[in-house]
């Protein structure tokens, strides 16, 4: 099956810095999405992203499917963005959601 | 318009036990997604249903687990003679057609403990 992987594992940042997470995978997909999983436990579905760009507020995701990667960029960062961001992907010949191991983040103020 | 909803939110169990877990799909979604994620790990697929049919059992353990969608009513997901390293939080998700064209919204799981 398909193989996602999120880099980096942990990330540490003070209020107010920018992040950049990454989503590798190993096959073509049909399908990419980014979620986060807040310290209670609820994921919150961020972005659908296929390929492209989009931007929702402080956070934007760029998915380049040809080279097999996502991008998603956290702006201005909130003591509220703390938790764990999965990338998940379905595979061209799949009909479900693959998650990565996902990046934990800790936003200090 | 109600999101997935799923009950109970915690569930604790004796080994030996079966647990029953329930999934309610978003209003006109026919199509049913379980997912288990164990400690400090990520979501693991188990299931996909269709009102009525499993189209894709793959992730689901051989022994012990199963999964249904009923015409009428929610999604269960039953687990016989449960032992410890059953405990997990268990995420359900629905979609109202094949593939996923679209953004996946998941419940706010059911956490499992097995004592």
């Known amino acids: 099956g398909i193989q996602v992987e999120q880099s980096p594992p942990d990330l540490i940042l003070q209020e107010g810095a920018n992040s950049t997470l990454r989503c590798n995978f190993s096959?073509?997909?049909?399908?990419l999405q980014w979620f986060h999983q807040n310290p209670w436990g609820q994921l919150i579905n961020l972005f659908y992203?296929?390929?492209g760009t989009k931007q929702n507020g402080r956070l934007s995701a760029t998915t380049v499917a040809t080279e097999r990667y996502s991008l998603l960029y956290i702006s201005s960062s909130q003591t509220t963005d703390s938790g764990v961001y999965f990338c998940?992907?379905?595979?061209?010949?799949?009909?479900?959601?693959?998650f990565g191991e996902g990046t934990q983040l800790t936003v200090n103020p | 318009n109600a999101g997935v909803m799923q009950n109970p939110r915690h569930l604790v169990r004796r080994r030996g036990q079966e647990a029953r877990l329930r999934c309610s799909p978003m209003?006109?979604?026919?199509?049913v997604y379980w997912y288990r994620q164990l400690p400090e790990e990520g979501l693991k697929f188990m299931v996909y249903l269709q009102k009525e049919n499993i189209i894709d059992e793959s992730g689901m353990p051989k022994e012990r687990f199963s999964a249904e969608f009923p015409k009428e009513g929610p999604s269960i997901l039953r687990i016989q003679q449960v032992v410890r390293g059953d405990s997990a939080a268990y995420f359900c998700?629905?979609?109202?057609?094949?593939?996923?064209?679209?953004?996946?919204?998941f419940g706010s799981g059911t956490q499992l403990s097995v004592l």
């Open positions: 096959d073509s997909v049909n399908n």
């Open positions: 992203i296929p390929s």
């Open positions: 209003k006109g979604h026919s199509h």
């Open positions: 998700a629905s979609s109202p057609l094949v593939g996923l064209n679209e953004k996946l919204f």
């Open positions: 998940a992907v379905e595979e061209t010949s799949g009909s479900r959601l693959t």
